[in-house]
């Protein structure tokens, strides 16, 4: 059965400094998103993606964020210079059209020191 | 703007006993509900997807319904086993908005 893939599972980085997560999405769906949960509380939403372009994105989704498809099947989230309070564990999540279900991946746990 | 609350906070019950968890939201413009298992430390599990316009959606031994008049949700596990342990989120967006969570039901199936 077709699953969303992240990488890495967890990533530790120092403050200040780039990190890019990964996922694969599901190969026919076209919504995709990233979440995030800081440990101990709820799932946050950050980003949705349609057709090349955000769709939608939350007060947490700042500059320091992006989002990108490069190549049609990853579907990537940079983070320019991370805080403390960016360590999360990050979910990529996609859906095959217009409030379908959402199918999410393992999760990066991301660890900013 | 949807806020979704999910009690009890916890949960913890003999193996082989039927329960209701139970989610509540505040938009009832609701467009669907989910349901999801989350494992310590793991990713979530879509259980179950409940469009607005059905009442309940059946999964082996889950059930999962959906009262929009009273913004609630319910998912019943028949027959707990011990494997049912984890944490319960249920989540509703409107429209083709972004899912918002509830806090999660962290459920005990005690042998």
């Known amino acids: 059965e077709p699953e969303v893939t992240q990488t890495p599972s967890h990533q530790v980085t120092q403050m200040g400094q780039e990190v890019i997560l990964r996922c694969v999405p599901i190969?026919?769906?076209?919504?995709f998103y990233w979440y995030r949960q800081i440990l101990g509380q709820k799932v946050e939403f950050l980003v949705s993606f349609y057709n090349n372009e955000i769709s939608e994105k939350s007060e947490i989704f700042d500059d320091q964020f992006s989002v990108e498809r490069p190549d049609g099947s990853n579907f990537t989230l940079k983070i320019r210079s991370t805080k403390l309070e960016d360590s999360a564990m990050y979910f990529c999540?996609?859906?095959?059209?217009?409030?379908?279900?959402?199918?999410f991946g393992p999760g990066t746990r991301l660890t900013v020191l | 703007k949807q806020e979704v609350t999910q009690i009890p906070a916890a949960l913890s019950v003999p193996e082989g006993e039927n329960l209701v968890l139970n989610c509540s939201f505040t938009?009832?413009?609701?467009?669907?509900l989910q349901w999801f298992r989350q494992d310590p430390g793991k990713g979530l599990t879509s259980l179950l997807l409940i469009q607005s316009s059905q009442r309940e959606q059946t999964s082996g031994r889950l059930n999962a319904s959906l009262d929009k008049s009273s913004g609630r949700s319910t998912l019943y596990i028949a027959a707990s086993q011990p494997g049912d342990s984890a944490t319960y989120l249920c989540a509703g967006a409107s429209g083709n908005t972004p899912l918002v969570f509830g806090k999660g039901t962290r459920l005990s199936v005690i042998a």
């Open positions: 938009d009832s413009a609701i467009y669907n």
């Open positions: 999540a996609d859906g095959a059209g217009y409030g379908n279900e959402q199918f």
């Open positions: 190969s026919n769906h076209l919504y």
